[in-house]
T-cell receptor, first 114, second 113 residues
């Protein structure tokens, strides 16, 4: 079943505001990924985190790998209209053998108001 | 390069009908996966393949079949469509064991009436 709990489920913010969202798990992950999905498109990778405590930026986006390895955070600074979309956290799970697949959080729907 | 191509983009089926969702990638990726996306539930893994001739079940496999006869193609078959299969379906591919390398298609929106 779903292993990642993502919050908030949705956010309505004014253009220019900062945004924070997070993802928690009952299990330890050794990699955290953050994806963005634009309307009508598939998810696109924004940031990948590989080490507990790691802080990584991609433009106005900053993500952190929690030190317990059970959580991760994504911040967006100075939001703009094109930030609208669904943001997903994801992490690898081991399927049969050594094959790794991705499990996803339920997503945060971000709306940016002008 | 086209990346991951899914067809069709939209489909309406009647309950009980069967159909195949197509997925093709031109990046020579070993791993391919099918996910479904439902409101408030994120993406859930249906089936995946780690190479031609090898497939396995994901989290929600019931009602779906897959096969992988070539590296490039990974079709998803709905055997007898049900309204509960109304969803957006995404195909993804990656090089083996490189989690961050997953590339997603643009999705197929399926409605079963």
């Amino acid at each position: 079943g779903q292993q990642l709990n993502q919050s908030p489920q949705s956010m309505f913010i004014q253009e220019g505001e900062d945004v924070s969202m997070n993802c928690t798990s009952s299990s330890i992950f050794n990699t955290w990924l953050w994806y963005k999905q634009d309307p009508g498109e598939g998810p696109v990778l924004l940031i990948a985190l590989y080490k507990a405590g790691e802080l990584t930026s991609n433009g106005r986006l900053t993500a952190q790998f929690g030190i317990t390895r059970k959580d991760s955070f994504l911040n967006i600074s100075a939001s703009i209209p094109s930030d609208v979309g669904i943001y997903f956290c994801a992490g690898p799970i081991f399927s049969s053998g050594s094959a790794r697949q991705l499990t996803f959080g339920s997503g945060t729907q971000l709306t940016v108001l002008p | 390069n086209a990346g991951v191509t899914q067809t069709p983009k939209f489909q309406v089926l009647k309950t009980g009908q069967s159909m195949t969702l197509q997925c093709a990638q031109d990046m020579n990726h070993e791993y391919m996966s099918w996910y479904r996306q439902d409101p408030g539930m994120g993406l859930r893994l249906i089936h995946y393949s780690v190479g031609a001739g090898i497939t396995d079940q994901g989290e929600v496999p019931n009602g779906y079949n897959v096969s992988r006869s070539t590296t490039e193609d990974f079709p998803l078959r709905l055997l007898s469509a049900a309204p509960s299969q109304t969803s957006v379906y995404f195909c993804a591919s990656s090089y083996s064991n490189v989690v961050v390398g997953y590339t997603f298609g643009s999705g197929t929106r399926l409605t079963v009436v």
